[in-house]
């Protein structure tokens, strides 16, 4: 179970620090306001993955 979210410096979060439900969890925004970027983090954390590509093949200056 993932308790919290710490993003830092990644595409247009500059600092994010989400404590998370242990039952369920939803985002909700406008868009463009970074819910989609939220979960492309968690996944990278999780998978190692960006883009289905290792991130190995991926990281950049930028990430």
């Keep these: ?3 919290k979210v710490i993003i830092k410096n990644y595409k247009s979060i500059e600092y994010l620090d989400l ?3 242990d039952t ?7 868009n463009e306001q970074g ?5 492309e983090a968690v996944n990278m954390a999780l998978t190692g993955t960006l883009n ?5 093949n991926e990281l950049t ?3």
């Design 1 to 3: 179970m993932i308790d």
């Design 19 to 21: 404590s998370l439900n």
């Design 24 to 30: 369920m969890n939803i985002l909700v925004g406008n």
């Design 35 to 39: 819910k989609s970027t939220i979960l």
């Design 52 to 56: 289905k590509r290792s991130l190995h």
């Design 61 to 63: 200056p930028f990430l």
